[in-house]
């Protein structure tokens, strides 16, 4: 193989993925807003986080903040993972203020839930809510272009919510608490944002 021929590879499997061209950058500078707050440390996450006394208190930045402080680099590097995947699988399907909308959505939805929902849960960071949230919006677009994976990944995103309801998190989740009403709040916003939303069609 050539060097042009090495070249077209290299793009035509970055194009696959989703990372070609401003997508591309578009996702390391995803990873990069997810991995950044780390450096703060616990001072910044405290400062950042769902915290429920904070937010009565009138801090509500923290309902935007605390979908991308996380509990240490491991979780951060998980949810970059994360993003870098769901990116791969999902990027092309909606416009990128589509996007916007639906990881807004998504947020407000883990927010508001968690707020009226779940008056227990003092404290929350994470992007793995709103991940989720995204992961319904593709599923979505899958099954509206009749894709082939679509019904698949509806059954896999249906069985993990079913199984974080009601036995709790997953048995690899590790150490780390897991907020998982924050997954299925998630989904609902993400999804109901897209319901509203035009799935581009056609191929990669």
Request: a positive charge; hydrophobic letters at 50%.
């Amino acid at each position: 193989m050539g060097v042009s021929g090495f070249v077209n590879h290299v793009h035509l499997t970055l194009r696959s993925l989703n990372c070609d061209g401003r997508r591309g950058l578009a996702l390391l500078l995803g990873c990069v807003l997810l991995l950044l707050p780390t450096l703060a440390g616990k001072h910044g996450q405290a400062l950042l986080r769902y915290e429920r006394s904070a937010l009565a208190a009138g801090q509500w930045w923290r309902l935007l903040t605390a979908h991308l402080v996380h509990l240490d680099l491991r979780h951060a590097l998980l949810n970059a993972a994360g993003l870098a995947l769901i990116w791969a699988l999902f990027a092309r399907d909606y416009s990128p203020r589509g996007w916007l909308a639906i990881v807004l959505g998504a947020a407000a939805a883990i927010d508001a839930g968690l707020w009226l929902g779940d008056s227990t849960v003092q404290w929350y960071v994470g992007s793995s809510g709103v991940l989720h949230g995204a992961m319904a919006a593709g599923t979505l677009a899958h099954l509206r272009n009749r894709e082939r994976d679509g019904w698949l990944l509806l059954t896999l995103l249906a069985a993990k919510l079913l199984y974080e309801q009601s036995v709790g998190a997953l048995p690899f989740s590790g150490r780390d608490p897991v907020v998982v009403d924050a997954h299925l709040y998630g989904v609902l916003g993400g999804g109901a944002v897209a319901a509203f939303l035009s799935p581009r069609r056609g191929p990669l």
